[in-house]
């Protein structure tokens, strides 16, 4: 468990910027976007995913993919 502390570390400080922030335990991560509009905080969960040192860069970075079919997106 420790490792994966260390591992996805970088995934988890790529999301501390202003209305974004991330929770992780073990091999799972929570990223939390928050915003006025429902569109807002889906354009705000693209632009993590997108932009350079973000969550697509960190997957390639750590040959470590996403699996898009346990992915969920709840918005509150």
Same mark, same amino acid.
């Given at each position: 468990m420790l490792l994966? *502390? *260390?591992y996805n570390?970088? /995934? /988890?400080e790529a999301l501390r910027q202003a209305n974004e922030d991330a929770i992780g335990y073990v091999d799972d991560v929570l990223v939390i976007a928050t915003a006025k509009t429902l569109k807002g905080t889906t354009q705000a969960l693209?632009?993590?995913m997108e932009r350079r040192e973000g969550g697509f860069d960190w997957a390639q970075d750590h040959n470590s993919r996403f699996e898009i079919s346990k992915v969920a997106v709840m918005h509150c």
């Amino acid at each position: 468990m420790l490792l994966y *502390i *260390i591992y996805n570390a970088d /995934l /988890l400080e790529a999301l501390r910027q202003a209305n974004e922030d991330a929770i992780g335990y073990v091999d799972d991560v929570l990223v939390i976007a928050t915003a006025k509009t429902l569109k807002g905080t889906t354009q705000a969960l693209k632009r993590f995913m997108e932009r350079r040192e973000g969550g697509f860069d960190w997957a390639q970075d750590h040959n470590s993919r996403f699996e898009i079919s346990k992915v969920a997106v709840m918005h509150c």
